[in-house]
């Protein structure tokens, strides 16, 4: 594992280091832009960059952050220089795949109980067929699940289906070769004049050990484009009543189905918004909302998401950087870091739950309002400011978490505490 390595330390040219921050106090910070995604991320990384008055260092390897939003490999990460960060951890595409995700998860709430359950009860097909049959027994046959493909994304491959359909799927799945996971269905979801949302946040993960991550206050609302009832025959195939993802849904109406959490929130509270199926039962006025519950459960999920991944995020990132890579006398001891996209689904009684994470989310400014992209520049500005930090006890992060409205997730008691669990019956059982 360390071949790599050690070859790039015999070969290192025997020259001034000047990407080096302790050799360059004071001076613009330089950022490779070679790798940056021109639909995803190019506008809100240069916007930022503009912002911050930092430089963009185009292809020139002479500089303090790379930006790279193309596959990534351990030898990339190898010819990384003390000193130099860059915005990915080694594995966190597989980390945030839906299977190996419930598998941390499921791990976690093992070690710390309930209060880790912050996801519908999930089953990894078709390794775990056999236990969802045994789990769901006849009662719950006649109950929708959704099916979703380990690496599936923009709503690709996502079915949801009854729980006598989903042997047939899983049998196709495993003769293709394709791993997935099946979720209980949350049928009465948070509504806002009859539509369907969820929550997509930005975390920023600097750290696995010690742990170290922020959550973005200003998150996003996605909207399904029709009318939300609860799945049945006759509508299990309408997806665009059912998924939020924003692909899916600007596809058909041409415009961002996005909006500020803050907006959405207002319009509950002062109205707007249904709470249950929408048919019906359970629906009723939702200006009882408890705001700051719901943030304080948001806040929860994302924290726990955040914690599930250091385990593994820790032991694949100490296989492709050796002990003191960075010295902790520089000014800056960050190698990688990372924003992450976190969905979170609110159902009828305020409690939040975790549909997936993103390790790559879209920053892309095209067609998004000022709430939008505010929201987005802040979350590249802030992650950008923090990898240039030495970390959490750093002098210069309190600033950075007001300018950009983060709350250090690392700052929250853990394990949480066990009267903050969701009521759903948890995954690890």
């Known amino acids: 594992w360390d071949t790599p390595i050690k070859q790039w330390r015999i070969k290192l040219p025997e020259r001034p280091d000047y990407s080096h921050p302790a050799r360059r106090t004071g001076m613009v910070v330089r950022v490779n832009t070679a790798r940056l995604s021109t639909v995803y991320y190019a506008e809100a990384v240069r916007t930022a960059l503009s912002a911050l008055r930092w430089a963009d260092a185009g292809a020139k390897v002479e500089c303090d952050v790379y930006w790279w939003d193309t596959p990534i490999n351990r030898q990339h990460f190898a010819a990384l220089r003390p000193g130099q960060a860059i915005n990915r951890f080694y594995g966190m595409v597989r980390l945030c795949r839906k299977v190996c995700l419930a598998q941390q998860l499921r791990w976690l709430e093992v070690l710390y109980g309930r209060a880790c359950a912050i996801a519908p009860r999930t089953w990894c097909l078709s390794a775990e067929l056999e236990r969802f049959r045994a789990d769901i027994g006849r009662k719950r046959e006649g109950s929708f699940y959704i099916v979703k493909p380990d690496a599936g994304c923009q709503g690709d491959g996502i079915a949801l289906l009854r729980a006598s359909e989903i042997e047939k799927r899983a049998s196709a799945l495993s003769s293709s070769g394709t791993r997935a ?249």
Not at 250 to 272: D, P
Not at 332 to 359: K, M, P, Y
């Open 181 to 429: 996971v099946v979720q209980e269905y949350i049928d009465q979801p948070l509504l806002l004049n009859g539509y369907k949302f969820d929550l997509r946040l930005y975390a920023i993960f600097l750290s696995a050990q010690p742990f170290e991550a922020y959550l973005c206050i200003h998150g996003l609302a996605r909207f399904a484009t029709r009318p939300y009832a609860p799945p049945a025959s006759s509508n299990a195939l309408d997806l665009l009543s059912h998924l939020t993802n924003s692909t899916l849904n600007v596809a058909e109406t041409g415009i961002s189905n996005k909006r500020s959490w803050a907006a959405v929130r207002s319009a509950l509270a002062s109205a707007g918004g249904t709470v249950g199926s929408g048919s019906g039962s359970g629906a009723g006025d939702v200006s009882s909302l408890d705001a700051q519950g719901s943030w304080v459960a948001i806040r929860r999920v994302v924290n726990v998401a955040m914690r599930a991944l250091c385990p593994l995020a820790s032991e694949l990132h100490d296989q492709v950087f050796p002990p003191n890579f960075n010295l902790p006398n520089l000014s800056s001891a960050r190698t990688s870091f990372q924003i992450i996209g976190v969905d979170v689904l609110l159902d009828a009684e305020g409690e939040a739950w975790l549909l997936e994470l993103n390790h790559s989310p879209s920053m892309s400014l095209e067609g998004a309002d000022a709430d939008e992209r505010s929201a987005k520049l802040h979350a590249v500005s802030a992650a950008l400011e923090l990898a240039r930090t030495s970390g959490a006890a750093d002098s210069r992060v309190p600033a950075i978490c007001t300018a950009h409205a983060l709350e250090p997730l690392h700052t929250l008691a853990w394990p949480p505490s066990a009267a903050a669990q969701p009521t759903a019956v948890s995954a690890a059982e």
